[in-house]
């Protein structure tokens, strides 16, 4: 069974920074990609960032792009969520998940591990 744990969330005002961080745990722990969504109320869950374990390819949602880092180190199994100049339509639960098969990096459905979430919330 595998475990992801996300921290780092909080109350922010708009143009400052935050830094979520997720930590897997497990005996089985097999994951190619790993990978940040957010999900705002009423709202579906939206890809954020990805990032490869092998080569540090890092991908983006349109919406954070310029803004947001995403880092990862595999030997620690943690993967890092900068998160800078935020906006109050940045206000979600950040989830941080593991794909281990060859699902769309994009979709949740390419994910079989997923974390509890941490709120962000930033005020305008």
């Known amino acids: 069974q595998v475990q992801l744990v996300e921290s780092g969330g909080g109350l922010m005002q708009a143009g400052h920074s935050l830094r979520l961080s997720c930590i897997a745990s497990?005996?089985?722990?097999?994951?190619?990609?790993m990978g940040w969504f957010r999900q705002a109320p009423g709202k579906e869950r939206e890809f954020v960032a990805a990032i490869f374990w092998t080569g540090d390819y890092t991908y983006y949602g349109d919406s954070v792009k310029g803004r947001f880092t995403i880092s990862g180190n595999y030997a620690k199994r943690t993967v890092h969520l900068q998160m800078n100049n935020l906006k109050s339509e940045d206000t979600a639960v950040y989830y941080c998940a593991s794909r281990g098969g060859l699902g769309y990096l994009m979709t949740p459905s390419a994910y079989n591990y997923w974390g509890q979430g941490t709120q962000v919330t930033v005020s305008s």
């Open positions: 497990g005996t089985t722990f097999s994951s190619n990609a």
